[in-house]
Antibody, heavy 119, light 107 residues
Framework: EGQLVESGGGLEQPGRSLRLACVAS????????MSWVRQAPGKGLEWVAA????????YYADSVRGRFTISRDNSRNTLFLQMNSLRVEDTATYYC????????????WGQGTMVTVSS | DIQLTQSPSFLSASVGDRVTITCRAS??????FAWYQQKPGKAPKLLIS???TLHSGVPSRFSGSGSGTDFSLTISSLQPEDFATYYC?????????FGQGTKLEIK
């Protein structure tokens, strides 16, 4: 089924940047669309961004469009989320998730990486 | 954007009970619909895809139904490990919105 492992989270000040990474194993990552989903402390799930298998098409939530950039390097089986102009409300656990091959669903999830934005 | 209204937000039930969680979409999503289970401190896990297809390894006491705008997740006989938070999600168009969640607690 595969495995996803996120990294790159941490404490950062408002207005600064962070780059998250998600390494995939156990499957050919370029075949699948991928998403980032976040969860603020004590809150529900929020879909953040997605990218198709080739990396040519991207989608964003309104809350992050223009500040966050999703990308992927299929040669390294790695998904990225470049987070610029961070805001306090971006504080959350960020999960990467793999879409289904033939059915739309978030089938495989990473364990999450925590991002805290605070001065 | 498509909004999902999930109900109830909290549900108290006992082991062995049959429970149903519902989710209503602000516009039709056909069967591009999924349900997830999340336990504290853990990543969500896929339960149901395409509105009614049980994901591999998920116990048969879980079932999903619906199409268009109205969907439901039913657990036929609650087990201790089922006490968790459940989320619905539409996947017909981006952004892939989630419902606000249903926290299932032990009575």
């Amino acid at each position: 089924e595969g495995q996803l492992v996120e990294s790159g989270g941490g404490l950062e000040q408002p207005g600064r940047s962070l780059r998250l990474a998600c390494v995939a194993s156990g499957f050919t990552s370029g075949v699948y669309a991928m998403s980032w989903v976040r969860q603020a402390p004590g809150k529900g799930l929020e879909w953040v961004a997605a990218i198709d298998g080739s990396g040519g098409t991207t989608y964003y939530a309104d809350s992050v469009r223009g500040r966050f950039t999703i990308s992927r390097d299929n040669s390294r089986n790695t998904l990225f989320l470049q987070m610029n102009s961070l805001r306090v409300e971006d504080t959350a656990t960020y999960y990467c998730a793999r879409d289904g091959r033939w059915v739309r669903m978030l089938e495989v999830w990473g364990q999450g990486t925590m991002v805290t934005v605070s001065s | 954007d498509i909004q999902l209204t999930q109900s109830p937000s909290f549900l108290s039930a006992s082991v062995g009970d049959r429970v149903t969680i519902t989710c209503r979409a602000s516009q039709g999503v056909s069967s591009y619909f999924a349900w997830y289970q999340q336990k504290p401190g853990k990543a969500p896990k896929l339960l149901i895809s395409a509105a009614s297809t049980l994901h591999s390894g998920v116990p048969s006491r879980f079932s999903g139904s619906g199409s268009g705008t109205d969907f439901s997740l039913t657990i036929s006989s609650l087990q201790p490990e089922d006490f968790a938070t459940y989320y619905c999600q539409q996947l017909i168009s981006y952004p892939y919105t989630f419902g606000q969640g249903t926290k299932l607690e032990i009575k």
